[in-house]
C-alpha cells in the first residue's frame, strides 16, 4: 500500500470534516472498524513475535547484548527529548500574558512503586485480556529464554513461531491495506468534533510541544540515524510515513504496533528477529513524544501557578517525565494520567492537568507519531549496529 494514499485519505478527512461535519460523524465506524482490527492482532502479533525472536536470537548472550543495547538507545533518546521539550518551552515563555480556562479533571495518582510492580503479571491471561503488553512482554521474554534453556527440537519450535508470525504478517497485511479508508474516518470525525477556540489560549504551549516534537523527530533522529549507520535518514523516514500517519491519526502506538512491524519488514527490510524484538517493546516503553509532552506540560503549569523552578527541580521533571513516559500505555491519553507522577515530584498541583487537558487528544496526534518514529530509529539503529 502506498504511503500517498494514506495522506490523499488524511487530507480529505480534514476537508470532510471542516465542510461535513455531519456526514464525517456519520462514517465515524468505519474508522473505528479499522481501529478495532488493529488492536485486535496486537496481542497475538505480539506474543509470536517477541517468544520467537527470542527464540531466533539463538543465545540469552546475544538477548543479554541486543536488549542493553535497545533499552540504553531509549533511554538516551527519551533524555534529549526531554531537553528538546523544556528548551522550547523555556525559550518560548508561553504562560507570559495568556488567560487559562481551567477545566474539570479527575486526578489519579501512580507511585514509583505501582510503576515497578506494573511490569509483573500476576495471572498472564489476565494481562491478555487487559491488553497489558508490558507484562504479556515480560512473560513471553521468560518462556524464549526458557524454551533456549531447555535446548531440544530448537529448529522445530522456532519453524512453528515463524509460521505463526508469517500467517499473523498476511493478516496484518490486509489490514494496512484499509489504512487510507480508515485514517480518512478518524480524522474526518477528529476535525468535526473538535473546535479552534481552545487552541487560541493556549497557542504557546501548544507550540511549545509541537515545535519540540518535530524538531526531535526531523532533525535528532535523522541526525543519530546518520552518526550511527551512516544511511540516509530521510530515505528510513520516507520509507515509515505510513506507520507514522496511523499513529498521529490513532493516538496508539499499540494499535500502531502490526503498521510499524509491517514497515520494517517489507519497506525497510531490517532484520525479522530485530523488529520483532525492538518495535513490540518500544511501543510501550520507548515514547520519545510522551516524554517531551510531560516535562513542556509541567513547567508550563508550574508557570501559570507562579511556581518558580529550580535547577534541580528541572532535572527531577527530566527523569520523572522519562519514567512517567515509560509507564504510559500505549493508548490514546495515557500520557495524561502519568503525569501525576511528574507533578506530584515536584510539588505541582494535580488540578493543574485540567488546564491542559483541552488540547491533549490534539497533541496526542504528534507525540504518538513521535512514539512510534522513535521506535522505528532504534530498530533501524539496532539493526544495522549488530550482526546477524
Ligand atoms: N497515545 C500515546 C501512545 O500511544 C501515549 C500518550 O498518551 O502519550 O503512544
Known amino acids: 500500500m502506498k504511503s500517498s494514499w494514506v495522506f490523499v485519505g488524511i ?16 462514517i465515524k465506524i468505519i474508522g473505528d472498524i479499522f481501529l478495532l482490527l488493529l488492536k485486535m492482532l496486537v496481542l497475538p502479533l505480539v506474543i509470536v513475535a517477541i517468544t520467537g525472536a527470542i527464540i531466533n536470537l539463538g543465545s540469552f548472550d546475544k538477548l543479554k547484548k541486543i536488549g542493553t543495547f535497545t533499552v540504553s538507545m531509549y533511554f538516551f533518546t527519551m533524555f534529549v527529548s526531554v531537553i528538546v521539550g ?10 507570559d500574558g495568556m488567560k487559562v ?38 512473560f513471553c521474554t521468560l518462556v524464549g529464554i526458557a524454551i533456549l534453556k531447555v535446548g531440544r527440537e ?32 478518524l480524522i474526518s470525525n477528529m476535525v468535526a468534533n473538535s473546535g479552534l477556540d481552545v487552541f487560541v489560549s493556549l497557542f504557546k504551549y501548544v507550540i511549545s510541544v509541537v515545535g519540540g ?10 541526525l543519530i540515524i546518520f552518526l550511527f549507520t551512516k544511511h540516509n535518514p530521510f530515505v528510513v523516514i520516507k520509507n515509515s510515513i505510513s506507520a507514522l500517519l496511523v499513529a498521529f491519526s490513532t493516538c496508539s502506538s499499540s494499535a500502531t504496533l502490526p503498521v510499524s512491524m509491517e514497515v520494517c519488514i517489507d519497506k525497510i527490510k531490517l532484520r525479522k528477529e530485530i523488529v520483532d524484538f525492538v518495535l513490540p517493546l518500544g511501543a510501550t ?9 510531560e516535562a513542556v506540560a509541567a513547567i508550563f503549569v508550574a508557570s501559570v501557578f507562579g511556581i518558580d523552578l529550580n535547577f534541580y527541580q528541572y532535572f527531577v521533571i527530566s527523569l520523572t ?9 500505549a493508548i490514546p491519553g495515557a500520557g495524561l494520567v502519568t503525569m501525576s507522577i511528574v507533578f506530584s515530584a515536584v510539588g505541582i498541583p494535580l488540578e493543574g492537568i485540567g488546564l491542559i487537558v483541552v488540547v491533549d487528544r490534539f497533541l496526542d496526534m ?11 530509529v532504534v530498530a533501524f539503529i539496532v539493526d544495522k549496529r549488530t550482526n546477524p
Open 213 to 222: 516534537i518535530l524538531f526531535q523527530g526531523l532533525f535528532f533522529l535523522p
Open 321 to 329: 517525565a522519562v519514567l512517567a513516559a515509560v509507564g504510559a500505555a
Open 101 to 138: 480556562v481551567k477545566n474539570e479533571f479527575n486526578v489519579s495518582t501512580k507511585t514509583f512503586d505501582d510503576f515497578i510492580l506494573s511490569f509483573f503479571p500476576s495471572n498472564v491471561f489476565k494481562s491478555i485480556v487487559d491488553g497489558n503488553i508490558l507484562q504479556v512482554i515480560f
Open 285 to 293: 516503553v520507548n515514547m520519545n513524544g510522551t516524554a517531551l509532552y
Open 11 to 26: 487530507i480529505l478527512g480534514i476537508l470532510t470534516g471542516f465542510f461535513l461535519p455531519e456526514f464525517s460523524k456519520k
Open 154 to 185: 530448537i529448529e522445530k519450535v522456532s519453524y512453528f513461531f515463524n509460521y505463526l508470525f508469517d500467517v499473523m504478517m498476511v493478516l496484518v497485511r490486509w489490514v494496512v491495506s484499509l489504512t487510507p479508508i480508515g485514517v480518512f474516518s
Open 86 to 95: 523544556i528548551f522550547f518551552i523555556v525559550l518560548l515563555d508561553p504562560s
Open 366 to 376: 504528534f507525540r504518538t507519531a513521535l512514539n512510534v518514529w522513535g521506535d522505528i
